[in-house]
């Protein structure tokens, strides 16, 4: 099994409306939380999540980053990144990356990030459980 591009689907799933529209993110978050499901049991469900991944331009770039992320797998906007072609470790002094804290389905088919503490942390959608803090062993 690939378990980067599992990680991948489950990392996305907060962000489909955003990548798949509004219209259509309900029926690509069922296909993964689908897929995700019948992984946990044994089922190889590895080439059908790519092709549910790639069916979108937008879904295809955004697990192609979280993927190249590994082993941390974070979301395109937690990853260090190009500013004003300026890349981190090119300026002088201690530079300082924010940690986020992570929050997972107890299930296992959901990763949020919590960029503000404002923020409530959301149930899962297909189990209805509270997302749990994953916190660093």
Known sequence: MDDSLFEAAR?????LSRLAGPAAAG???????DLL???????DTAA??????????????FTRRV??????YRPPELQ??????????ELPGTQQYISVPKYVCPQGDTVWYRYSVGLK????????LLLVEDLPE
């Open 121 to 128: 942390v959301p149930m899962c959608e297909t189990h209805h």
């Open 37 to 43: 499901d019948r992984a946990a049991k044994g089922e």
């Open 27 to 33: 029926e690509v978050d069922g296909q993964i939380a």
């Open 67 to 72: 993927i190249a992320d590994a082993p941390h």
């Open 48 to 61: 059908a999540l790519r092709e549910v991944l790639d069916s979108r331009e937008a879904t295809r770039e």
């Open 11 to 15: 990392v996305i799933r907060p962000f």
């Open 80 to 89: 260090p990144h190009r500013l004003r072609g300026i890349y981190p470790g």
